[in-house]
């Protein structure tokens, strides 16, 4: 069986016995701060398995799209590690436990995929006497094959876990170590392990306590790549189909034959993996950065780049593999988008690729910098705050550090390179619990279904209110919280647009609403805070909804969707969203375009925009089934969940969109479109930011009043504004040259004087002298006409403007040759004056804070030449 068809058979199977079967989630959580990239299958139903909120059905089925990282350095040297791989899942929550999973995993594997009984064995915690019991009732099992395991316990951070029954399939005594105790656990590759059945009956709270679930869950987890491994009869998950073309392709483009070096072999399975991981990443709407999951993406993608040089590729290569992660998945369920997007995924890796390159070049000058410096001192070991910079700011891998710095005779210090990366990651867990203010609450004992959406409501009862996930029954002057009314009129925040904001008002308070959210149910509430007074559970509030953001919100939301229509009319086709925000300030939006968009296409979209506001046309907004929509020419965004019921907003002959949030009842409400920047932000990504309504009135009233005043100090009219700035700007390039002039020949005349100044060094010539100098550059100039003056000789020279010191150091040819080093001389001059740089042998430059001790370090530069060529 392939891959694709082990996948839709496991689904098909859970299908008929109840469960709801739901598309992969994108592997950006939704909902879960706690989450940088979706790492399990039952990830995108933490809420439900808590019972905190009330799933679509009690039974789910899923092949869920993974990655996790924290295994990297293991990806191609054992059969299992993957960056990317599938989770196939079922799940119950509150349904199903124990006597009905372990019977349907047995069913499928031994019935469904015929696998033989005497090869599988499970293992169980130890204090699970009902999974044992269950097991030994299964046909065919042979209950010696049952082994208990203290750390069957699942758990990932926290959130549900529980005790587990893992199922192995023996490969067969060939694939052992040949320990007399090798077994099911070893860590070799003779047991492997393909399914988990977690019983989730606790809580894990963030401090590590466990309390009980009221309903008890199954969370099941089958890794796609490791049963094609056991049916395909192939040695490890890269030799299944669904990564070995991807290979193939590498060892094609880079002549090696996999199976003949094992060391080359890792670097084929590498290849495969990120090349793998990379494109579903990009085509989930992740795109490569210095930060968060752009950084793991930028990381993986260079690390396959890295080996693909290993390999001996030198040219770019990761399109070509993008085309094999593109063919393994065609036609398979959950992955239309990635035959969608090949173009563009191909495209921003091409890009990075070129970028890494440039990369690798600054990393390189900067580690044999770094290793002068060390074996300079005499040492053996490069700092590894050192190294990390090297990684975190340049992007720059450890592994190729460590690689150059064996080559040169030196070490890599790993374990304090590990404590700043676990220095950082602490970082990122503060940040991130910074972010869980207003996690998801305990709501079971509450009646959700009851809540309503009413945008006309002016009063409601609070139902709930809560604090860093905790229900609690009243909040006091100053306290920040979520809260949830029993009939709200706010939109909550989603497709890019932020929420409603506003007041609430109570007896005895007064509440300010900063933004509506949804929780995954669908139920809103309001992050809210305390102005004054106090608010409980129960009592009635007034709702004062802020009519003006909200609507300034709408224009900006229309007005997007204007945009992108104009986008698509003006710049091409190939025009597709890549992310928005709509707030009542201004619009951002993100779109998919390799080229910025130029001035004069910008200004057609604009006018574009503005020729259809001004129309007054009425928007459409209708609710219809989405193949409907999708049949009517509605456009969808990629990685946006639609239900069977859709929601069209349309601006008659110009824009029709599936969309969920607030416009403006005409375009003539919008008023006026102002593009007010283009940027990139990402490769393949483009950025224009816009106002509209009152902001864009506002913008140009800014402009109108700078001219005003511009005209007012060149004393013209304001039509002649620009004709008196080509004057002035033609009198200064005039002025400009004959300051020029004068300053080479008083360079000329400095160099002049300077050369009385000179004295020997060992068999160099040296002048060391403080100048008067404009600038940087002028003191540059000076220093390299007095050089032309000695055939044999070094220019150390020193300025002070102000409180700051410059300082320069130019050598010959010549006494390069003698062993004068410009860079190391100012590194020492430069610390006498309190400042640092550094440059090549032949010219370096650098500043200070200390003017006082310019002579000093005029002094302390002849002692280091003296040193050099002596």
Request: proline share 3%; hydrophobic share 40%; net charge negative.
């Amino acid at each position: 069986m392939t891959g694709n068809e082990l996948r839709e058979a496991y689904l098909t199977f859970f299908e008929k016995k109840g469960h709801l079967r739901l598309p992969s989630a994108s592997l950006i959580p939704e909902n879960d701060p706690t989450l940088l990239m979706i790492g399990a299958g039952m990830a995108p139903f933490k809420a439900y398995f808590t019972g905190k909120v009330k799933p679509p059905r009690t039974r789910i089925t899923t092949s869920q799209r993974c990655v996790r990282t924290g295994d990297i350095e293991n990806v191609g040297h054992t059969a299992r590690h993957q960056t990317y791989f599938e989770m196939l899942g079922n799940f119950s929550f509150g349904d199903y436990f124990k006597k009905e999973a372990i019977p349907w995993a047995w069913e499928f594997l031994t019935e469904v995929l015929e696998m033989p009984k005497d090869k599988l064995w499970a293992t169980i915690y130890p204090k699970d006497d009902e999974a044992r019991q269950i097991w030994e009732a299964q046909p065919g099992f042979d209950p010696t094959h049952i082994v208990p395991m203290e750390d069957n316990f699942w758990e990932i951070g926290p959130g549900p876990c529980g005790p587990d029954t893992e199922i192995y399939f023996d490969l067969g005594e060939e694939r052992g170590c040949g320990s007399p105790t090798c077994g099911v656990g070893c860590d070799c590759d003779r047991y492997l392990e393909i399914w988990n059945n977690v019983f989730t009956q606790f809580d894990r709270t963030e401090d590590g306590k466990y309390n009980d679930l009221e309903n008890k869950n199954i969370d099941t987890g089958m890794g796609l790549e490791r049963i094609a491994s056991v049916m395909q009869g192939v040695p490890s998950n890269f030799e299944t189909d669904l990564l070995f073309p991807i290979i193939q392709y590498a060892a094609k483009v880079s002549g090696v034959k996999y199976g003949e070096d094992a060391k080359k072999d890792v670097s084929l399975k590498v290849i495969a993996d990120h090349a793998r991981s990379m494109s579903i990443m990009i085509m989930d709407g992740i795109l490569p950065s210095n930060e968060g999951r752009g950084y793991v993406l930028r990381r993986i993608l260079r690390r396959a780049i890295r080996h693909g040089r290993m390999l001996g590729i030198k040219d770019k290569f990761l399109e070509g593999a993008v085309d094999a992660v593109c063919k393994i998945y065609d036609g398979a369920s959950d992955f239309e988008a990635l035959a969608q997007k090949q173009d563009y995924i191909k495209k921003v890796i091409s890009l990075e690729e070129d970028r890494f390159s440039a990369t690798l070049e600054q990393g390189l000058e900067l580690l044999d910098g770094y290793m002068a410096e060390v074996k300079a001192a005499g040492k053996k070991v490069l700092d590894g705050a050192l190294s990390f910079k090297l990684y975190d700011t340049f992007g720059f891998p450890w592994e190729l550090t460590e690689e150059i710095l064996q080559e040169n005779g030196l070490d890599f210090d790993k374990e304090a390179f590990d404590k700043e990366m676990q220095e950082q990651r602490e970082r990122a867990r503060a940040a991130r619990a910074e972010n869980q203010r207003f996690a998801v609450p305990d709501l079971k004992h509450i009646d959700t279904a009851a809540l309503r959406h009413d945008e006309n409501v002016t009063e409601a009862e609070v139902v709930a209110i809560w604090k860093d996930g905790v229900l609690v029954d009243s909040l006091q002057d100053g306290e920040e919280a979520g809260i949830i009314l029993s009939n709200t009129p706010f939109y909550a925040e989603g497709g890019g647009q932020v929420g409603d904001t506003g007041l609430f008002i109570s007896e005895l308070g007064r509440i300010k609403a900063t933004n509506a959210k949804k929780l995954p149910d669908g139920t809103i509430y309001h992050e809210s805070y305390v102005e004054e007074g106090q608010l409980k559970v129960g009592e009635k509030v007034q709702i004062k909804l802020d009519k003006v953001e909200k609507l300034a919100s709408a224009r900006n939301h229309t007005a997007t969707h204007l945009l992108q229509a104009a986008l698509k009319r003006v710049v091409g086709d190939q025009i597709n969203q890549a992310g928005s925000s709509v707030n009542g300030d201004r619009l951002r939006f993100d779109f998919t375009n390799f080229e910025p968009v130029s001035a004069q296409q910008l200004a057609d979209v604009e006018e574009l925009v503005n020729n259809e506001i001004l129309k007054g046309t009425d928007v459409v907004i209708e609710e219809m089934s989405k193949d409907a929509a999708v049949e009517k020419g509605a456009m969808a965004l990629f990685g946006e969940k639609y239900g069977d019921v859709v929601r069209v907003v349309t601006v008659p002959d110009f824009s029709m969109e599936l969309c969920g949030g607030c416009h403006v009842s005409n375009v003539g409400q919008i008023g006026m479109f102002k593009i007010i920047s283009e940027t990139g932000v990402a490769a393949g990504v483009r950025r224009i930011e816009a106002i509209t309504g009152r902001k864009a009135l506002e913008y140009m009233n800014g402009k109108a009043k700078l001219v005003a005043e511009a005209s007012a100090k060149l004393k013209c009219h304001e039509e002649e504004l620009i004709a008196h700035v080509e004057t002035l700007t033609a009198q200064v390039k005039d002025l400009t040259k004959q300051l020029d002039a004068i300053n080479a020949e008083k360079a000329k005349a400095d160099a002049a004087a300077l050369t009385d100044k000179v004295k020997t060094v060992g068999s160099v010539s040296v002048i060391a002298a403080s100048v008067s100098a404009a600038d940087m550059e002028d003191l540059r100039n000076i220093a390299d006409m007095t050089c032309e003056k000695l055939d044999n000789g070094v220019v150390v020279l020193g300025t002070v403007n102000g409180d700051k010191v410059n300082l320069v150091v130019k050598a010959s040819k010549e006494a390069v040759a003698k062993g004068a080093h410009s860079g190391k001389i100012i590194k020492e001059a430069a610390a006498v004056v309190g400042g640092g740089g550094g440059g090549r042998p032949d010219m370096a430059q650098a500043g200070g804070k200390q003017p006082e001790k310019l002579e000093e370090a005029l002094k302390k530069a002849v002692e280091i030449l003296t040193v050099q060529v002596g």
